[in-house]
């Protein structure tokens, strides 16, 4: 990290920090472009990511996201999502828009959120959008809506689903404000989040990237980094607020 970045930081009063599922690799969540294992291993995640999927085979689907479900319950958040939770409550202006439908970051403390991808702990009725309450003793699979007799769903975003109302609009007003942009374990693919941190490039904001991979906003980032957030956000926060 640099002397700049750490300055940088320091004095910036609004900042944003768009996450994806990279942060989340530490805890024991496998990345969304990782290969799946066992069971589901002959399936690639953007086939069961889909409106489309679930009508043709609601079971499958379901049941994907059950396994996905019962693996975020048991595990815990890790270094990179307190730090940012250290951020909030640093920054006068800090904003936190995820990527992840896990609920890793509300569980490690972090307050303002936009998720853009829904949250795989609730349920809503496929056919009319309800919120489920209650499912799951039902014994069927999916279990159908208390309130019309649909077919229930994870509330998370599939592919040529809209956002939920407002959420991108607000996360697009943040990057269009803000002076530093965090850019922090997204293959940064998958639109239109990944249009965030050059709507903050636009306006003139320092934008930062931290993963172990490079992606096609690096060539576009005003720093880069090669590393892990686990082991990076952490060593920020210390360098900019505990020396
Ligand atoms: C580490 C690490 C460590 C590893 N530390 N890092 C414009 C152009 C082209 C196409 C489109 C376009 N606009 C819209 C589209 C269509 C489509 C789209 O983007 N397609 C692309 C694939 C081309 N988008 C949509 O359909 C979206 N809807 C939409 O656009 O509606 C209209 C609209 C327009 C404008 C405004 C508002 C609305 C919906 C997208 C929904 C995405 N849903 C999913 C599934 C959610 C539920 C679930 O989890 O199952 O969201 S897909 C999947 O991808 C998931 C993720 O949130 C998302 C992003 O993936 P992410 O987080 O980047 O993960 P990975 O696995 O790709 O990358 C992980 C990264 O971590 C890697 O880079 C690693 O190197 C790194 N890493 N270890 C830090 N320790």
Redesign the pocket.
């Known amino acids: 990290m640099t002397a700049e970045l750490v300055e940088r930081l320091r004095s910036a009063r609004r900042v944003i920090a768009l996450t994806?599922?990279?942060?989340s690799?530490?805890s024991g969540v496998p990345?969304?472009?990782?290969a799946q294992t066992g069971l589901w291993a002959k399936y690639r995640?953007?086939d069961l990511?889909t409106p489309e999927a679930f009508a043709r085979d609601p079971r499958l689907v379901w049941e994907w996201?059950a396994w996905?479900r019962e693996r975020v319950q048991n595990v815990v958040p890790n270094p990179?999502h307190f730090a940012l939770v250290e951020m909030e409550r640093r920054i006068p202006e800090f904003t936190l828009v995820t990527?992840?439908?896990d609920d890793l970051h509300r569980r490690a403390g972090s307050k303002r959120i936009i998720e853009l991808?829904?949250n795989?702990t609730r349920v809503k009725c496929f056919e009319n959008n309800h919120l489920a309450a209650h499912w799951g003793e039902q014994g069927q699979i999916p279990p159908r809506c208390a309130e019309c007799g649909g077919l229930l769903r994870?509330d998370?975003?599939?592919?040529?689903?809209?956002?939920p109302a407002g959420a991108?609009e607000q996360a697009l007003a943040a990057s269009e404000t803000c002076d530093m942009f965090l850019s922090?374990?997204?293959?940064?693919?998958?639109?239109?989040?990944?249009s965030l941190p050059f709507a903050a490039l636009e306006r003139g904001a320092t934008v930062v990237e931290?993963?172990?991979?490079a992606?096609s906003l690096t060539p576009r980032a005003h720093h880069s980094f090669r590393a892990?957030?686990?082991e990076f956000l952490p060593a920020l926060v210390s360098a900019v607020w505990l020396r």
């Open positions: 994806g599922a990279g942060i690799a530490e990345t969304f472009r990782d995640p953007e990511a996201y996905r990179g990527q992840n439908v991808h829904g795989i994870p998370v975003v599939w592919f040529g689903e809209n956002l991108f922090i374990g997204t293959s940064s693919l998958v639109y239109p989040a990944a931290v993963n172990p991979n992606t892990p957030s686990g």
